[in-house]
């Protein structure tokens, strides 16, 4: 059973580059949940940020000839203009660098975990990729270079904390496997039960501050500032005043249904790394973990040399708003890779938008104006499986919640095909008046419901139908989606 409150995050994003169409669609995800949640009248907290310490950034900066700060201001100005020309409705947005809202959480967590001894400070040999911020082991590499960089890690000697996750290892397999912290899809929730199984015992919580100057201090060591994960996953918490508000900390934590929304490619932290590190600081886990694929592009992987990258804002500003959540949602499978390709982007948009939900409107509405003087009457529901939609939308099985949508436009479609208003009403008897106004009921509540169940995900476009349909005198409609 859903709790009444229900908290929804995206992982925060990091700054040191401009927004992709991933990040487009992990927001578009989370955003639908997040309005599914409030349709039903559940309390929710919907959550995103920026992720904004680290060396990589100092790098790129330096580079541009500005201060971190500048260049994290800069991007995040970015990632929240993403979020409005998506339509996304976050409730709230927080950055790592905020000194006043996150950072006193991070320290809070930092000395609960340290009170249990789980944080030790020792010496440390190992293989470094600046590329990827990280320590790599030896499997790591191909032919001794990181795989993702081409280059051969650094060797590096350094004192730093290291935070025992192993010894929280046999707890968070259980409440994996029992489903208390339910990682999906399945696959995920193998890979993960797997690095568990194998021993991941140990991870390093902080470098020298000469080596990482952008971060928060670590508590009470001045030559020691935090390495990411303390200071990235706390952001979860931080939002929520874990700090000082205990009030909204309880509601939308401790009582709450509690969804992660994260990439493939982040599983680990998310499902080794945060949940110890919540055990340690004597918390609850969250309650499921959604991690959803990547995104090719014209059935490549994109990549600056290939020229492929898909740029959000452009697509967003020659289809609109819902034409690209459209795409994302329905294209991509919620849980696996997808790709994203013009050709089939506007075959979509032809097919499902214009011809099927777009002509179904504007039938509908011109038919009532004409035949009906713009008036319906609402009287009853509408015969289809919605409860089976909000299932699907209720587990983030998106692509095939829109499915069954589409197969009910197309039916009503078809419907309109067979009854002919337009040729009972070339007899304008009593009985066939008396068909065509029954048969323009229906439509209008299918339309209804439709809109109903679509809100979620075409929040802009469920708003134009309910409009119309529920105007006090019908009128002809403009066309939803204009012909490309
Ligand atoms: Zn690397």
């Given at each position: 059973?859903?709790?009444?409150?229900?908290?929804?995050?995206?992982?925060?994003?990091?700054?040191?580059?401009?927004?992709?169409?991933?990040?487009?669609?992990?927001?578009?995800?989370?955003?639908?949940?997040?309005?599914?949640?409030?349709?039903?009248?559940?309390?929710?907290?919907?959550?995103?940020?920026?992720?904004?310490?680290?060396?990589?950034?100092v790098?790129?900066a330096a580079?541009?000839g500005i201060i971190p700060q500048e260049l994290a201001?800069?991007?995040?100005?970015?990632?929240?203009?993403?979020?409005?020309?998506?339509?996304?409705?976050?409730?709230?947005?927080?950055?790592?660098?905020?000194?006043?809202?996150?950072?006193?959480?991070?320290?809070?967590?930092?000395?609960?975990?340290?009170?249990?001894?789980?944080?030790?400070?020792?010496?440390?040999?190992?293989?470094?990729?600046?590329?990827?911020?990280?320590?790599?082991?030896?499997?790591?590499?191909?032919?001794?270079?990181?795989?993702?960089?081409?280059?051969?890690?650094?060797?590096?000697?350094?004192?730093?904390?290291?935070?025992?996750?192993?010894?929280?290892?046999?707890?968070?397999?259980?409440?994996?496997?029992?489903?208390?912290?339910?990682?999906?899809?399945?696959?995920?929730?193998?890979?993960?039960?797997?690095?568990?199984?194998?021993?991941?015992?140990?991870?390093?919580?902080?470098?020298?501050?000469?080596?990482?100057?952008w971060?928060?201090?670590?508590?009470?060591?001045?030559?020691?500032?935090?390495?990411?994960?303390?200071?990235?996953?706390?952001?979860?918490?931080?939002?929520?005043?874990?700090?000082?508000?205990?009030?909204?900390?309880?509601?939308?934590?401790?009582?709450?249904?509690?969804?992660?929304?994260?990439?493939?490619?982040?599983?680990?932290?998310?499902?080794?790394?945060?949940?110890?590190?919540?055990?340690?600081?004597?918390?609850?886990?969250?309650?499921?973990?959604?991690?959803?694929?990547?995104?090719?592009?014209?059935?490549?992987?994109?990549?600056?040399?290939?020229?492929?990258?898909?740029?959000?804002?452009?697509?967003?500003?020659?289809?609109?708003?819902?034409?690209?959540?459209?795409?994302?949602?329905?294209?991509?499978?919620?849980?696996?890779?997808?790709?994203?390709?013009?050709?089939?982007?506007?075959?979509?948009?032809?097919?499902?938008?214009?011809?099927?939900?777009?002509?179904?409107?504007?039938?509908?509405?011109?038919?009532?104006?004409?035949?009906?003087?713009?008036?319906?009457?609402?009287?009853?529901?509408?015969?289809?499986?919605?409860?089976?939609?909000?299932?699907?939308?209720?587990?983030?099985?998106?692509?095939?919640?829109?499915?069954?949508?589409?197969?009910?436009?197309?039916?009503?479609?078809?419907?309109?095909?067979?009854?002919?208003?337009?040729?009972?009403?070339?007899?304008?008897?009593?009985?066939?008046?008396?068909?065509?106004?029954?048969?323009?009921?229906?439509?209008?509540?299918?339309?209804?419901?439709?809109?109903?169940?679509?809100?979620?995900?075409?929040?802009?476009?469920?708003?134009?139908?309910?409009?119309?349909?529920?105007?006090?005198?019908?009128?002809?409609?403009?066309?939803?989606?204009?012909?490309?």
């Open positions: 059973m859903d709790k009444e409150n229900i908290y929804i995050t995206t992982a925060i994003d990091y700054v040191n580059g401009k927004p992709h169409i991933g990040h487009a669609l992990e927001k578009v995800q989370a955003d639908v949940l997040a309005r599914f949640y409030r349709q039903q009248g559940k309390k929710v907290l919907f959550l995103t940020g920026t992720d904004e310490h680290g060396s990589k950034i790098a790129t580079k541009a201001d800069k991007n995040t100005d970015l990632f929240k203009k993403l979020l409005k020309d998506l339509n996304i409705s976050n409730d709230d947005f927080i950055r790592t660098s905020d000194q006043t809202r996150h950072w006193p959480a991070v320290k809070k967590m930092w000395e609960l975990i340290f009170k249990q001894g789980d944080l030790v400070k020792k010496d440390y040999q190992g293989l470094y990729c600046v590329g990827c911020e990280a320590f790599l082991t030896e499997k790591d590499l191909v032919d001794g270079k990181c795989q993702h960089h081409d280059k051969e890690p650094e060797k590096i000697v350094e004192r730093n904390y290291f935070f025992n996750l192993g010894k929280y290892s046999s707890r968070i397999i259980d409440k994996i496997e029992k489903n208390e912290f339910n990682i999906v899809p399945e696959s995920r929730k193998n890979e993960i039960l797997n690095i568990l199984k194998q021993g991941y015992k140990e991870v390093s919580f902080s470098r020298p501050k000469e080596k990482l100057s971060g928060v201090p670590v508590p009470n060591d001045d030559n020691q500032v935090m390495y990411v994960w303390c200071d990235a996953l706390t952001n979860y918490i931080s939002a929520l005043g874990f700090a000082e508000n205990q009030e909204k900390f309880e509601m939308f934590w401790n009582n709450a249904n509690v969804t992660h929304i994260i990439g493939k490619d982040i599983l680990r932290f998310h499902a080794a790394i945060w949940p110890a590190m919540l055990l340690s600081a004597g918390l609850k886990l969250p309650d499921k973990l959604f991690t959803h694929g990547f995104i090719t592009s014209e059935g490549k992987k994109m990549s600056k040399s290939l020229g492929n990258i898909v740029d959000p804002f452009e697509v967003l500003d020659k289809y609109g708003v819902d034409p690209v959540r459209y795409y994302l949602l329905r294209e991509i499978p919620s849980t696996s890779d997808g790709d994203i390709a013009m050709g089939r982007f506007e075959k979509l948009y032809s097919s499902d938008l214009a011809n099927g939900l777009g002509n179904l409107v504007s039938r509908v509405t011109n038919m009532v104006a004409n035949y009906l003087d713009g008036q319906v009457e609402f009287n009853g529901q509408s015969e289809f499986n919605w409860e089976r939609i909000d299932e699907y939308t209720r587990e983030l099985k998106y692509d095939k919640a829109l499915h069954e949508i589409w197969i009910i436009i197309d039916q009503a479609n078809k419907m309109i095909d067979d009854v002919k208003p337009w040729k009972l009403a070339k007899l304008d008897t009593a009985k066939n008046r008396l068909m065509i106004k029954e048969h323009l009921n229906t439509q209008a509540i299918i339309l209804r419901d439709i809109a109903m169940v679509l809100q979620p995900y075409l929040p802009d476009t469920a708003g134009k139908i309910l409009n119309l349909i529920q105007a006090p005198k019908i009128t002809k409609a403009k066309p939803l989606f204009p012909r490309l």
